[in-house]
């Protein structure tokens, strides 16, 4: 169901999408989290080993620290 997007209150939008591109981090949303974790978090998905980033959904910084994970992971990128 490519270019298709469940927004909770909303319901299934419809958006344009790209297609496949590999796995680069893997976030885990959490009520709790290390406000210092520990460095070289690993996370398996699928069988492959990625970097791991736990953080909150609820707090409106994480779509930028998910950014900025990933900026980290790939400078300049």
Do not use: C, H
Not at 2 to 14: D, Q, S, T
Not at 15 to 35: E, G, K
């Amino acid at each position: 169901m490519a270019g298709k997007l469940e927004v909770r209150g909303i319901g299934i939008i419809e958006r344009a999408w790209t297609a496949p591109v590999p796995l680069a981090l893997a976030v885990r949303l959490t009520d709790r989290y290390d406000r210092m974790p520990s460095i070289n978090q690993v996370e398996m998905i699928a069988g492959r080993p990625l970097p791991a980033l736990l953080l909150s959904a609820f707090e409106a910084s994480a779509p930028i620290k998910i950014l900025l994970a990933l900026e980290r992971l790939a400078p300049g990128a």
